[in-house]
C-alpha cells in the first residue's frame, strides 16, 4: 500500500505523539480530527485554578523532545499546553490538525477495506488506517444526585472552568476529593467566603512542593551535561517504585502507606478531627495515590468545612447531606473526575461484518497490548484499555504505542496488504494474561474509576514501564492476520464493480 491514508480522532498528546511518529516515518497523508478549537486535549480543557500534571516535567514529556527551561518540577497548564503547540510546530504536525470537526461515527467497509469516519457537520473522510486518540480522561463525569437542575445557584464541571464566575467573597461547594479537587482547593479557599468539601472517600497523600526552580538550579538544567537524562531516568524509577509498592500491597506497599501516613499526620498536626476525617480506608495504592503538599492545610482553613455525610441530593439551595442537613451555597463545582471507562465513546465504531465496538466491550473494556481489537482491521487505540499508569508517564506508553502502531503499518505495506487485523486467539491469550497479574494487587483492593461496574480493571497495565516498554517493542506479524487489497473493479469478468477482500494468512 502507497501512501496509506490515516485518520486520527483527538489532537491531545495521543494524537500528536502518533502523528509524529507516521510523519518521522514518511507516511505523508494524516489528518488528524479534532473536536475542539484546537490542539491540546486534556491540557487545553482543563483550566482550573492549580491545574498542572502531578508527574514531574522532564519524564512526563516525550524522550525525542526534550526542555530544560520547565518553571519548576510539576508543570503548570499553561507550560504543557504551551509545549504542546511547540512540539506539534517543530514536527510540522500542527497544520495537520482540523479542528471543530467532532468524529460521531466509524465504519469499516468490508468490500473496499477502508474505514469510513463520520463527522458531526456530516462530512465524511475514507482511512485505510484509523487511530483513535480520543483518551481515557476527555468526558466530565457527573455524579448522579437527584434534583441536580434544581439548584438556583451558579455550577459547573471543574474540567469546564467558568473563567467569568467571581468566586470572591462567595460560598462555594466542592464536590469530589480527586485530583482536580486537590490542585483547585487550596488556590480558591483563601479568596471564597466559605468552602464546603464534600468527600466520598479519604486519599493517600504523597509530599509536592512545586515551588518555582531557583536561578542556580535552571542554570546547572541547561549546562551540566547528563542531568537532564539523570533526571528523567531518576523520575522512571521513582515512578517504578511506586508500581511496584501496589504490585507488592503486603510488603513494599506497607512502606508507601507508612510514608504517607506519616506525611498526612504531620500536615493535619493539632487537628485529629479533621485528621480522622480524611483518613482513607483502603489499601495504599487501590486508588490513585495523590501528590499534594497544600491540599490538607487548605482543609484545616477556619473558612473551610469537609463534609463526609454522603449526598443526597441538590435542593434548590445547595447539596443537601442524608442527615438532611442542606448546604446553602452561592456556586457548586462538580470535581467529579471523567467517565474514564467509556474511552471513544459515545462514538459509534462499527468493524468488519458490521460488529459494534459498544457490543464487542459488553462485559469490559479490552484490546491487545491496549492498542487492537479483533474483527477492527487497521484501528488502534492509544491510552486504550489497560495502558494508564498508576506510578509513571503516560507519555512513556504513548511513545510506545505510536512506534508500535508505526510498524504495524509498515508491515502492512510490506505485505501489500489492506489491512490488518490481530488475531482473535492472540488478543484473548493476552487479556486473560493481563487480567491475571492483578490478583493479589492492591488494585483489586477497592472500588476506583480503574474499575468497571462488573471489578474488571480496565484502565490500568499490571506492571511495570519497563515491562511495556519490552512488550511493544517489535510487532510480530505472526500475531496478526493481513487482509488482501480488494481487486480493482472489473478486474475479472464478470465481476463488475465489485471487489474482494479476503484475510492472507
Known amino acids: 500500500m502507497s501512501n496509506?491514508?490515516?485518520?486520527?480522532?483527538?489532537?491531545?498528546?495521543?494524537?500528536?505523539?502518533?502523528?509524529?511518529?507516521?510523519?518521522?516515518?514518511?507516511?505523508?497523508?494524516?489528518?488528524?480530527?479534532?473536536?475542539?478549537?484546537g490542539l491540546g486535549g486534556t491540557w487545553?480543557?482543563?483550566?482550573?485554578?492549580?491545574?498542572?500534571?502531578?508527574v514531574p516535567s522532564h519524564l512526563y514529556s516525550l524522550s525525542y523532545a526534550q526542555r530544560r527551561d520547565w518553571s519548576r518540577l510539576c508543570s503548570p497548564q499553561d507550560e504543557i499546553l504551551r509545549y504542546l503547540h511547540e512540539v506539534a510546530r517543530e514536527h510540522g504536525v500542527d497544520r495537520l490538525v482540523i479542528p471543530d470537526t467532532e468524529v460521531t461515527a466509524c465504519r469499516w467497509d468490508d468490500a473496499r477495506a477502508v474505514w469510513i469516519v463520520e463527522t458531526a457537520g456530516g462530512a465524511t473522510r475514507e482511512a485505510d488506517a484509523l487511530v483513535l486518540a480520543t483518551g481515557q480522561l476527555h468526558r466530565p463525569a457527573f455524579p448522579p444526585l437527584p434534583g441536580r437542575e434544581r439548584f438556583t445557584g451558579h455550577a459547573f464541571h471543574s474540567a469546564q472552568w467558568d473563567h467569568d464566575y467571581d468566586l470572591r467573597d462567595k460560598r462555594v461547594a466542592v464536590i469530589g476529593t480527586g485530583a482536580s479537587a486537590v490542585q483547585l482547593v487550596p488556590e480558591i479557599a483563601p479568596e471564597v467566603a466559605r468552602l464546603v468539601v464534600f468527600q466520598r472517600t479519604g486519599n493517600w497523600f504523597l509530599p509536592r512542593r512545586n515551588r518555582a526552580y531557583p536561578r542556580a538550579w535552571r542554570t546547572a538544567i541547561r549546562r551540566l551535561p547528563g542531568l537532564q537524562a539523570w533526571r528523567r531516568r531518576f523520575v522512571f524509577e521513582y515512578g517504578e517504585s511506586l508500581t511496584a509498592m501496589i504490585r507488592h500491597p503486603r510488603t513494599a506497599g506497607r512502606l508507601g502507606a507508612a510514608r504517607s501516613g506519616a506525611f498526612m499526620r504531620w500536615?493535619?498536626?493539632?487537628?485529629?478531627?479533621?485528621?480522622r476525617a480524611v483518613?482513607?480506608?483502603?489499601?495504599?495504592?487501590?486508588?490513585?495515590?495523590?501528590f499534594s503538599s497544600a491540599f490538607l492545610p487548605a482543609l484545616a482553613r477556619t473558612n473551610v468545612d469537609l463534609v463526609t455525610e454522603p449526598l443526597a441530593q441538590m435542593t434548590p439551595a445547595g447539596p443537601a447531606t442524608a442527615d438532611g442537613r442542606v448546604h446553602d451555597v452561592d456556586c457548586v463545582i462538580y470535581a467529579t473526575g471523567f467517565r474514564t471507562t467509556s474511552f471513544m465513546f459515545p462514538m459509534e465504531v462499527t468493524g468488519a461484518g458490521g460488529a459494534s465496538l459498544r457490543e464487542t466491550w459488553r462485559d469490559?473494556?479490552?484490546?491487545?497490548?491496549?492498542?487492537?481489537?479483533?474483527?477492527?482491521?487497521?484501528?488502534f487505540i492509544m491510552y486504550g484499555p489497560n495502558t494508564n499508569t498508576s506510578g509513571g508517564s503516560i507519555l512513556v506508553y504513548l511513545e510506545a504505542q505510536a512506534a508500535y502502531l508505526r510498524q504495524a503499518l509498515e508491515h502492512v505495506e510490506a505485505q501489500g496488504a489492506a489491512a490488518l487485523d490481530v488475531?482473535?486467539?492472540?488478543?484473548?491469550?493476552?487479556?486473560?494474561?493481563?487480567?491475571?497479574?492483578?490478583g493479589g494487587t492492591a488494585w483489586t483492593r477497592c472500588d476506583s474509576w480503574y474499575r468497571n461496574a462488573s471489578g474488571r480493571v480496565v484502565a490500568n497495565w499490571p506492571g511495570y514501564m519497563r515491562e511495556y516498554l519490552a512488550r511493544t517493542a517489535r510487532v510480530d506479524p505472526a500475531d496478526f492476520r493481513f487482509l488482501a487489497r480488494p481487486e480493482p473493479a472489473g478486474a475479472r469478468a464478470g465481476a463488475g464493480p465489485q471487489r474482494r477482500a479476503i484475510f492472507k494468512e
Open 423 to 438: 488475531r482473535p486467539e492472540v488478543a484473548t491469550a493476552e487479556d486473560q494474561a493481563v487480567q491475571a497479574r492483578f
Open 279 to 290: 483518613w482513607p480506608d483502603y489499601t495504599f495504592g487501590c486508588k490513585r495515590v495523590l
Open 267 to 275: 500536615q493535619l498536626r493539632g487537628h485529629p478531627a479533621l485528621r
Open 364 to 379: 469490559g473494556a479490552r484490546a491487545y497490548l491496549g492498542m487492537a481489537v479483533p474483527g477492527y482491521p487497521s484501528m
Open 4 to 37: 496509506p491514508r490515516v485518520v486520527i480522532v483527538g489532537a491531545g498528546f495521543g494524537g500528536l505523539t502518533a502523528a509524529i511518529e507516521l510523519r518521522r516515518a514518511g507516511f505523508e497523508d494524516v489528518a488528524i480530527l479534532e473536536r475542539g478549537s
Open 44 to 54: 487545553r480543557d482543563n483550566t482550573y485554578p492549580g491545574a498542572a500534571c502531578d
